[in-house]
């Protein structure tokens, strides 16, 4: 008689040496989050926080291709189309929630962001103590590109980044490597893939002193190249000025960002221009509880439902946005989303 094949976890949990362990275990899926996963990684989280034998918890993902790629916005817009607000509202919050706990998490908590760390994986990490990077880290706040915004509390550590490297990374989604990361200070470490088993039984044995042993000087960085044209286009007061400055440049730079800034959803655009500017002066907290309100109407925008078809379902690239052009967003009607 065949036996049926349990599913595996999709969290991995563990306590070696003095380290919890904590493994997204959904490789297919990029490791991307589901409510499940966010309830299981909290739980764990709040039980290490009161056990002394835990001395630091260390997250990775499973695969080698994915730290963790988000939230899983198929799900989302599947609620959004039925009109299941309450599991949308469910999701969010939890994530939040979660968000928030590793920020006060009261030991260290080492990230190991080897592969992809996209939107919801940059909550997983960002608010912790420590972020490590491998050569294959790629880093990104992807969201104008579907029609939402960067959240996870992107509100609060995006505007605190050097510059206006926060607000172009929010806008474009450009995907950053590991030296950028460092650069940035999005990531505090940088150790190769080879020594990260290195890394983790180090720190399993000795604890958090392990990580400056064992880190290497990280790779050149393009951000730093590139600062100072961020820095000038993107110090400005709407996104028009923006696109303003960005044609007033004209260099391939400028015509790269102007190519990539016209693919993303124009209100997603005004809204993240808007969620930086307040966030640049609130506590965490009170951003995750803005981004939270701002989820419960962006996510019923029609640019929504239709940027995950175009990017994630279909994966057609071809999103009709409504409205078309950042001209004809209603200034009102973005400040409205924030009521």
């Known amino acids: 008689m065949s036996e049926t094949k349990l599913a595996e976890p999709t969290v991995l949990a563990e306590v070696t040496g003095c380290a919890g362990r904590l493994v997204l275990n959904r490789p297919k899926a990029l490791n991307a ?4 996963m966010i309830r299981v990684l909290t739980e ?3 039980a290490w926080a009161q056990d002394d034998a835990v001395r630091l918890v260390i997250i990775e993902g499973s695969g080698g291709r994915a730290f963790c790629a988000g939230g899983d916005v198929r799900v989302i817009r599947d609620n959004v189309l039925r009109g299941d607000a309450a ?13 928030r706990i590793i920020a006060e998490y009261p030991k260290p908590y080492v990230a190991l962001i080897d592969g992809i760390s996209m939107g919801g994986g940059m909550g997983l990490s960002i608010h912790g103590s420590h972020r490590v ?6 880093m990104a706040m992807p969201e104008t590109a579907i029609a939402l915004f960067p959240d996870v509390g992107a509100s609060y550590f995006l505007p605190r980044l050097p510059g206006k490297l926060g ?3 929010a806008l474009t989604g450009a995907r ?3 030296g950028d990361a460092i650069y940035a200070g999005l990531a505090t470490h940088y150790v190769p893939r080879a020594a990260l088993e290195t890394l983790k039984a180090g720190l399993a044995r000795s604890g958090i002193t392990a990580l400056d042993l064992l880190a290497y000087s990280p790779p050149a960085s393009l951000l730093a190249r590139d600062r100072a044209a961020i820095d000038d286009c993107f110090t400005s007061d709407s996104v028009p000025e923006i696109l303003a ?4 440049r004209g260099d391939a730079w400028a015509v790269e960002q102007l190519e990539t800034l016209s693919r993303r959803s124009p209100t997603s655009l005004c809204v993240t221009f808007e969620l930086l500017r307040r966030g640049a002066t609130m506590t965490l907290s009170e951003c995750l509880a803005m981004e939270l309100k701002l989820t419960r109407k962006m996510i019923l925008h ?3 439902a239709e940027g995950v078809r175009a990017q994630v379902v279909e994966k057609t690239r071809d999103p009709k946005w409504r409205p078309a052009t950042v001209a004809e967003v209603d200034r009102a009607a973005i400040l409205a989303m924030f009521e």
């Open 176 to 178: 950053i490597s590991a």
């Open 33 to 36: 989050l589901d409510l499940d």
């Open 245 to 248: 400055k960005l044609e007033d």
């Open 87 to 99: 599991a949308s509202e469910a999701f969010f919050a939890s994530e939040y929630r979660l968000n």
């Open 167 to 169: 607000l172009y990374l």
């Open 44 to 46: 764990k989280l709040e």
């Open 302 to 304: 029609p640019d929504f």
């Open 133 to 138: 990077v491998t050569e294959h880290a790629v």
